[in-house]
């Protein structure tokens, strides 16, 4: 997938949105890593698949198994997505079936990165990837910012 048409049939919404793809294709990592800054491992909640999880989190396709994992990493549950000076917030997208299906991380301009599959990263606005694919934003996380 490289080309804008291709990311608007999958994601019709970011046809109305401000997007940018920002990465090449790579099957090194995928969007839970990338939401917390990794870019060199693949994550995955399914037993069946020997994938990383975070040691201690139920291996579930579930919320609740997802903040967890999170929380692990620093971050607890807020309530809203805007941007807050000193913090990193991501965003859990959920399918109807209540089973997650994607996490994109706030940038300090306020847009969102989403590593999207197997395929390109893209900064976003965050109603960009909701839809069929991976639901809507159903929860948000936040950590606060290292100091470099």
Known sequence: MDTNAELETDWPNL???KYE???RYTSEYN???WAVGEDDCWWSP???EDYYWPEGVPREHTLQAFVKAYQIYGYE???SSELEIGFEKIAIYVKVSEEPQHVARQLPSGMWTSKLGRYEDIEHELDG???????S???CMKRALKIK
């Not at 990837?129 to 639901?135: F, Q």
């Open 129 to 135: 990837l909701v839809g069929e694919l991976y639901g």
């Open 21 to 23: 793809i920002t990465s």
């Open 46 to 48: 399914l037993p069946e």
């Open 137 to 139: 934003v159903r929860q």
């Open 31 to 33: 969007c839970l890593a």
């Open 15 to 17: 046809a109305m949105t």
């Open 77 to 79: 549950i807020c309530d």
